[in-house]
């Protein structure tokens, strides 16, 4: 069994999927990788967030899709006195000194899966290097991304999304907890989000688990 950081999350004070938590994930012996979410701006570059807009932090009518990079770059997460900034995929991936999983959740708005796909490629070609995973709840944006994209891309399932879908042609699927056990299919499964060693199954030990609270899987 080996443990992925959903959005960078563990046993630290920095705010989830910022650049700081998750390269302080891919320090620690015990996680195996770090699980971030992607969006594009609206200069085609990628930033590391899982919501559409910012309502949760207050901010009204402004949305990642609308917004330049270093537009978003500015909005803090934190506060004045601890404050936590959006980072773009490029700053993060730039500072990995790592062979750890990193597992790209994208996300995209209605009708723009080509040009997702077309900015994953540039990510391909710079970051080579590294051992980078794509998965999305988007069929479309996985069918791209396994005819255009060079590193293993995965389909994501829920409860209620993509449970009856073909597999045939995906290198893995990341599966909630709820939906895993109707997932008969041999492909490589990841499995989202286990945050309690009461919830872990015999059937687990060959995959990866995807955890905001990698420490307490690991503890006594």
């Known amino acids: 069994m080996k443990l992925i950081a959903h959005r960078g999350n563990d046993s630290h004070s920095f705010k989830e999927n910022t650049k700081e938590a998750l390269l302080w994930c891919l320090k620690q012996d015990y996680i195996d990788g770090v699980e971030l979410d ?6 085609k570059k990628f930033i590391i967030y899982h919501n559409t807009s910012f309502l949760e932090l207050g901010i009204k009518r402004r949305f990642i899709k609308n917004e330049t990079l270093e537009t978003l770059k500015k909005i803090n997460l934190g506060t004045i006195e601890n404050p936590s900034y959006l980072s773009s995929l ?7 000194n790592s062979n750890k999983m990193i597992l790209l959740d994208v996300k995209n708005e ?11 490629r540039s990510v391909c070609i710079t970051f ?4 980078i995973y794509l998965c999305s709840f988007c069929q479309n944006i996985v069918k791209l991304s396994t ?7 995965g389909l994501l399932i829920s409860d209620f999304i993509n449970k009856n879908k073909d597999y045939s042609n995906v290198d893995f699927l990341s599966v909630s907890k709820g939906a ?6 041999k492909k490589k499964k990841m499995v989202w989000t286990i945050n309690k ?6 059937a687990y030990k ?10 307490k899987l690991v503890s006594e």
């Open 38 to 43: 992607i969006r594009l701006t609206k200069d």
């Open 90 to 96: 490029d700053n993060f991936l730039k500072d990995v």
């Open 110 to 120: 209605i009708g723009d899966s080509k040009e997702v796909v077309d900015a994953l």
């Open 128 to 131: 080579s290097h590294l051992n």
């Open 147 to 153: 005819n255009m994209c060079k590193f293993p891309v």
């Open 180 to 185: 895993f056990p109707d997932i008969s299919s």
């Open 197 to 202: 060693k009461s919830e872990l199954k015999s």
């Open 206 to 215: 060959d995959m990866y688990i995807i955890t905001d609270k990698a420490y």
